[in-house]
């Protein structure tokens, strides 16, 4: 987690030594292949990634999340037409929020579920879940996950959710309408799963030390990232090519 925080501050001790930041997290060795600035370019890499794992018999499974706005990229019709192909142990999980950046994904998609409804001119079953409630979202990780891993190749998840906020930091999305905030904020997954655990007999205490022990943490990593140096200069020209270093192109 430190390392996470780190990165995006920018720091010496992010996991990509703050050169990477927001649009380019990654940590090989955890299974995290990379997030990358352009939209829908890590489709077709999740789908090499899940090659790599059925050519070498490994029992691993790729998984890739995506935004809705990604549905109309070209990448993604080609990642789900090999991994179809190739039945490739790959789940590509589509988290549609309603909008793509500021636009609505529904006035320039020509179908109401950007994802699910285009799954079966892939071969696919179409699948929609409310991506909102925790226990809908862990049953069809392992329905997914388990079909891949055992040999039954790809699937593609749309799961419907909702921003809490604006695109990014300077968005006060105020195209976006009061009411449909107001009950999309309701359905909050945090605020919903608490509940469901209290009705189901979990007792409050119990939840409230779990919070405070996940704020904990967060507050120890986030001091551990603050602490580290600013990215340095001379590291910039460092793990730029396959060798380590970019003097080869010299």
């Given at each position: ?28 060795k ?10 829908g ?9 899940a ?9 691993q ?6 935004g809705?706005?990604?549905?109309n ?48 001119a ?48 300077a ?51 986030t ?24 003097s080869?192109?010299?």
């Open positions: 987690m430190a390392a996470a925080l780190a990165e995006l501050m920018g720091r010496g001790n992010g996991m990509l030594h703050g050169k990477g930041g927001s649009m380019h997290l990654t940590d090989v955890h299974g995290a292949m990379g997030s990358y600035a352009i939209v370019a890590h489709l077709p890499i999740a789908a090499g990634a090659w790599s794992a059925q050519v070498r018999k490994s029992g499974v790729a998984v890739c999340f995506f809705d706005g990604t549905t990229i070209g990448a993604f019709h080609e990642a789900l037409n090999l991994a179809v192909v190739w039945k490739l142990p790959v789940v590509f999980v589509c988290e549609n929020n309603l909008y793509m950046e500021y636009t609505p994904i529904e006035a320039v998609t020509a179908v109401k579920h950007p994802a699910a409804d285009r799954a079966s892939y071969g696919l079953e179409s699948i929609l879940v409310d991506g909102n409630d925790a226990d809908v979202m862990y049953d069809i990780a392992r329905q997914t996950i388990g079909k891949a891993r055992g040999g039954g190749g790809p699937s593609l998840v749309e799961a419907l959710t909702y921003r809490h906020g604006g695109h990014s930091r968005d006060p999305a105020k195209y976006r309408p009061d009411a449909e905030v107001k009950e999309w904020m309701s359905r909050d997954p945090v605020k919903r799963y608490r509940e469901r655990l209290l009705a189901a007999g979990i007792n409050e205490r119990a939840l409230t030390e779990i919070e405070t022990g996940a704020q904990t943490k967060v507050d120890v990593a001091e551990e990232a603050r602490n580290g140096a600013p990215a340095a200069v001379d590291e910039i020209e460092r793990q730029v090519w396959s060798d380590g270093g970019s080869w192109r010299n």
